[in-house]
């Protein structure tokens, strides 16, 4: 896989209890992308947040039920991400998708080297 | 890289408890010339000295070991010497710099590859800059060292704006493999991104270094405007009164 130029970043925000089909939307948004290998996404939990439904999202220490915000961070060609934005259109269904341009720099794996 | 025949060797003066941006004076400059690609510095600690301010700074119990005299010496080439001198004198405020004439005889056998890159104007207030972003994984290292933390050093050490590392929690990248933290698993190689503002001169004459850190990974470029830009060292009245 090769990745350079010029290219488009897409952040998808929303919160760590939506979920796709009875899993964890974030994890749904992870699977999908490797299945159109695009070339990498990363997930963030972020600490504190607000969105389109104004409700403030903070993971609470003493309760199990934290709704952190999360972003899904993904960095391929602009085709590839055209590829997955219907899919991304469809799954969440609450949350905000922004698209960017970057410049790739290095993009560099070695093949097994990483036990 | 060193060779042999005529070099310069700079020794700095500083005290022990002096401080540059939060940490100790010494190892800050020490850093610097680590990340600049200097071939070796000793830090050496004096046991008693005075300095332009006749304070006499010594052992002696009674006087609870303040502030001793820290020599900092390397041996580099002149041209070199030259070139990290004007940051130098910033950083030793009030210390004292000594260059002599050396011979090298024999240069030590490796030398580090990272090289150093002429001193460009840092971020101003406002304005036109480029936000980076770099992604590896958590377990990755260079020399030792994680390397999320080595690149944050290294930029701190060529006078990169800011830098922040990110933890993520879910992942994939270049090799495929899935990184993901594990509750039961102490040994997760979880995603680490860096975002790092600065001009866009400063960033790219950072890249040969940065090339030479990142084996694995990605590196991106976007355009970002610069809003606000302020530390506290410049403006100390505002801080206390944001304090109030």
């Not at chain 2, 401080?19 to 990340?35: K, M, R, T, V």
């Not at chain 2, 993520?168 to 997760?188: D, P, V, W």
């Not at chain 2, 590196?219 to 405007?225: E, I, K, R, T």
Request: with cysteine.
């Amino acid at each position: 896989m090769k990745l350079e130029g010029t290219a488009k970043m897409l952040r998808i925000h929303f919160g760590e209890d939506d979920k796709w089909k009875d899993k964890p939307l974030y994890r749904a948004i992870v699977e999908k992308c490797r299945e159109l290998d695009i070339a990498g996404a990363t997930v963030f939990r972020g600490i504190e947040g607000y969105g389109a439904s104004t409700l403030i999202r903070r993971p609470h220490h003493l309760s199990f039920s934290h709704d952190a915000p999360l972003m899904v961070s993904v960095i391929d060609s602009e085709e590839q991400i055209q590829k997955l934005l219907p899919f991304l259109d469809e799954m969440v269904a609450e949350g905000l998708i922004a698209m960017s341009n970057v410049e790739v720099i290095k993009y560099v794996h070695q093949d097994g080297k990483r036990s | 890289m060193l060779t042999a025949g005529p070099a310069k060797k700079v020794i700095l003066y500083v005290g022990e408890d002096h401080q540059y941006h939060g940490q100790s004076l010494y190892s800050a400059i020490l850093n610097f010339l680590f990340y600049r690609g200097i071939s070796g510095a000793s830090v050496i600690r004096g046991i008693a000295g005075f300095g332009a301010d006749h304070h006499l700074h010594t052992m002696r119990i009674e006087r609870l070991t303040e502030n001793l005299p820290i020599k900092i010496e390397f041996v580099e080439s002149a041209e070199k010497v030259e070139e990290l001198l004007p940051k130098l004198s910033e950083l030793v405020g009030s210390g004292l710099i000594e260059i002599q004439d050396t011979t090298v005889v024999k240069p030590s056998e490796e030398s580090a590859k990272t090289s150093a890159k002429p001193v460009t104007p840092s971020l101003r207030s406002e304005g036109k800059a480029k936000l980076m972003r770099i992604f590896v994984g958590e377990n990755d290292r260079w020399h030792d060292m994680p390397l999320y933390r080595a690149l944050l050093e290294s930029m701190r050490a060529n006078d990169i704006a800011g830098a922040t590392v990110y933890q993520g929690i879910l992942g994939y990248g270049a090799n495929r493999r899935i990184h993901k933290e594990t509750t039961l698993n102490l040994s997760h190689d979880r995603p680490m991104m860096l975002s790092v503002v600065d001009s866009e001169e400063k960033l790219r004459a950072y890249f040969p270094i940065l090339d030479g850190m990142v084996e694995q990974g990605l590196v991106v470029l976007s355009d970002a405007d610069v809003i606000k830009y302020t530390h506290s060292l410049t403006n100390p009245e505002k801080k206390k009164e944001a304090q109030k």
